[in-house]
């Protein structure tokens, strides 16, 4: 059999608990990838990984716990992060000096500060950052995204949404209920996937939030209701439950013309309207979308792609975090202390 010779992107993992073993399942289907190293506190936590993710595999990472030494030993293309959130922002740094393309799991960072920062340095080196968000490969979001920029059921008004899990149970002695690591609760875990799905569609910064937040005696949010205003003048409402067994997800998109029911999480289901006529048959297509987040991001790096979700994203989404922590503090609407541009 004739060996194939194509040079494979060399990929590092950072973070090797359950979600990455997600990312390496993915990462299997790709033959344009290798992964290289792997990095996490500890040898056993690394080993464990390896037994149960790599064993049957032919990659023959090399192991780390230090992340520094792992970009100067094994000179990675791309590094996948899934850390506690509050480490996003340093560790998305350190890789982008070593010359790394970024995939960082959801959220992006956990201040605004650093998301105008990080947005700095990707600017500034020339790589690729995305960040781990199922509605934004979906062709049903991409779909409607395009309902909204061409206006085809005139102009966007108000959207309303809704996400709920029995989170609280599931975490209750995790580091996603330490907001040292964690940064906040569901509305920066879970809930993160639905105002990636809104800020995402909407494409405009954050004009003002009013959030009421309930942390159920907790350090962290579990239940909040936030009203969001952008800077285009779409009104938001979105509902996010972290105390709801059974949980679902829902969006409404209201335009002057018509309106969108979607699946706020991954875009499973859509269905559009046209004034009071449904449309039987949405023209929607896989092209429209990607595999996965995973897939996009190598085939971004490989120029194949533009990527789906960026830091511009991250941004955006930051503007609104940090409003609404804010209006939860002040019991008043917050407004972002600085624009995307």
């Not at 003002?208 to 205003?229: A, Q, R």
């Not at 996010?240 to 499973?268: K, L, Q, R, T």
């Not at 990527?307 to 407004?335: D, H, I």
Request: charged share 20%; proline share 4%; with cysteine.
């Amino acid at each position: 059999m004739e060996k194939n010779n194509k040079k494979k992107l060399k990929i590092v993992l950072l973070g090797c608990g359950g979600m990455m073993g997600a990312h390496v399942n993915r990462l299997k289907q790709m033959s344009e990838v290798e992964i290289i190293g792997l990095c996490d506190v500890n040898m056993e936590i690394l080993k464990k990984f390896v037994e149960h993710n790599i064993i049957n595999t032919s990659y023959k990472p090399k192991l780390f716990t230090n992340a520094l030494e792992m970009y100067n030993v094994c000179k990675p293309d791309a590094v996948f992060i899934s850390t506690p959130h509050t480490q996003h922002y340093q560790q998305g740094i350190q890789a982008l000096d070593a010359g790394c393309h970024v995939f960082m799991e959801k959220p992006m960072v956990t201040k605004l500060e650093e998301a105008y920062k990080l947005d700095e340095k990707v600017k500034n080196t020339g790589k690729i950052l995305v960040v781990g968000y199922n509605s934004s490969c979906s062709p049903e979001f991409n779909y409607l995204r395009n309902i909204i920029r061409n206006k085809t059921l005139g102009k966007l008004e108000l959207v309303s949404g809704h996400l709920s899990q029995d989170w609280l149970r599931f975490t209750i002695g995790t580091w996603r209920q330490n907001p040292v690591l964690s940064g906040g609760g569901q509305a920066y875990d879970s809930g993160a996937h639905i105002f990636n799905s809104l800020c995402w569609s909407v494409e405009s910064d954050i004009e003002e939030v009013f959030s009421y937040v309930d942390n159920h005696g907790t350090p962290v949010d579990i239940n909040s209701v936030s009203s969001i205003k952008f800077t285009n003048g779409v009104l938001a409402n979105i509902t996010i439950g972290g105390n709801c067994p059974g949980g679902s997800s829902f969006m409404g998109f209201f335009f002057d013309e018509g309106h969108v029911e979607i699946d706020g999480w991954g875009g499973s289901f859509i269905n559009v309207w046209k004034g009071p006529d449904k449309l039987k048959y949405p023209l929607i297509t896989p092209e429209m979308g990607a595999i996965s987040p995973d897939h996009n991001f190598i085939d971004a790096i490989l120029g194949r792609v533009e990527a789906l979700t960026t830091v511009k994203n991250g941004v955006v989404q930051s503007q609104l975090m940090e409003c609404f922590y804010e209006s939860q503090r002040t019991g008043q609407p917050a407004k972002p202390k600085q624009r995307f541009l």
